[in-house]
Nanobody, 121 residues
Framework: QVQLIESGGGLVQAGGSLRLSCAAS????????MGWFRQAPGKEREFVAA????????DYADSAQGRFTISRGSAKNTVYLQMNSLKPEDTAVYYC??????????????WGQGTQVTVSS
């Protein structure tokens, strides 16, 4: 099965930007719909963004709309989450996920280990 590895997290000031990357080991991601989720301490996992296998369709949570952009790399082995205008409430562990079905906010099959994003005020 595919292995997903997130990177790009870190500490950023409010109003700043980060770009998260999700890389697949051993295979490309062109046949998978991909999503980004996050989980803050004491809260349940939250949907952030998703992209279809072909990249033509994108879906964003209300909290991400207008600030975050999900995209697929040209090499087809990487998915990105560009995060702009970051707020302290964006602080969470961010997870990359994949599924073999259509774009969805639920029921992902493969998950990365997460990368920490901390936004200071």
């Amino acid at each position: 099965q595919v292995q997903l590895i997130e990177s790009g997290g870190g500490l950023v000031q409010a109003g700043g930007s980060l770009r998260l990357s999700c890389a697949a080991s051993g295979r490309t991601l062109n046949n998978y719909a991909m999503g980004w989720f996050r989980q803050a301490p004491g809260k349940e996992r939250e949907f952030v963004a998703a992209i279809s296998s072909g990249g033509a369709t994108k879906d964003y949570a209300d909290s991400a709309q207008g600030r975050f952009t999900i995209s697929r790399g040209s090499a087809k082995n990487t998915v990105y989450l560009q995060m702009n205008s970051l707020k302290p409430e964006d602080t969470a562990v961010y997870y990359c996920a994949g599924r073999t079905g259509p774009i969805s906010r639920y029921e992902y099959n493969y998950w990365g280990q997460g990368t920490q994003v901390t936004v200071s005020s």
